[in-house]
């Protein structure tokens, strides 16, 4: 199994700035995965973070939107940029065991 | 899109009644999950059911998975006012035999049971 712990749990954010989301596990994972859950939907999966490399972005997210960090095997960042309210979401991070771990999530609100 | 689609997307029952909610996919699949969600906050695994398997327990939860027919169902047997959350299948993306390691997720059936 995996511990992983997502902070901020949750934020208020004006239009134009920029959140930066912490997600840090207990073991060493090659790939985290960036997840977003807009209010009354499912999960849909922004990016996939590996060590070393740059991140891989699904249909409809971009690097510049998303920027993602991965500086080693147990942390990774992502940073929700130039936000709007319909970036208002639950960002999850996740990392995969045979299985999927998630985080607690971050409640992202922007005003 | 290979999305997982739950049904339905609301049920309200009685504790110590069962809880039975289906799932539909689309594609070919190495294997499909059911998570839960309390509150909005971060999900939580209940089981794994891969696609050779017909049909899995864990505890008070029984998962189905019928290929030919592109679902699965999730049983909880014996609700508990605890039990009140969102349920989501997701599947994974079958490629060349390995997967992908991503996940596509349905709605959910928001579940909640009255003590």
């Known amino acids: 199994s995996a511990v992983i712990s997502q902070k901020p749990s949750r934020d208020i954010c004006q239009r134009g700035t920029s959140l930066t989301i912490q997600c840090q596990v207990d073991s060493q994972v090659t790939m985290m995965f960036w997840y977003r859950q807009q209010p009354g939907q499912s999960l849909t999966l922004i990016a996939t973070a590996n060590q070393g490399s740059e991140a891989t972005y699904e249909s409809g997210f971009v690097i510049d939107k998303f920027p993602i960090s991965r500086p080693n095997l147990t942390f990774s960042t992502l940073t929700v940029s130039n936000m709007s309210p319909e970036d208002s979401s639950i960002y999850l991070c996740?990392?995969?065991?045979?299985?999927?771990?998630f985080g607690s999530g971050t409640q992202l609100s922007v005003l | 899109s290979q999305q997982g689609e739950e049904d339905p997307q609301a049920l309200s029952i009685q504790e110590g009644e069962n809880a039975t909610m289906n799932c539909s996919y689309k594609t070919s699949i190495n294997n499909l999950q059911w998570y839960r969600q309390n509150s909005g906050r971060g999900l939580v695994h209940l089981i794994l059911i891969r696609s050779n398997e017909r049909e899995k327990h864990s505890g008070r939860l029984r998962v189905t998975l019928d290929t030919s027919k592109k679902s699965s169902s999730l049983l909880i047997t014996a609700s508990r006012a605890a039990d009140t959350a969102s349920y989501f299948c997701?599947?994974?993306?079958?490629?060349?035999?390995?997967?992908?390691?991503?996940?596509?997720f349905g709605r959910g059936t928001q579940l909640t049971v009255w003590p």
């Open positions: 997701a599947t994974d993306a079958e490629s060349g035999g390995s997967t992908l390691g991503r996940l596509y």
């Open positions: 996740s990392v995969e065991l045979e299985k999927l771990f």
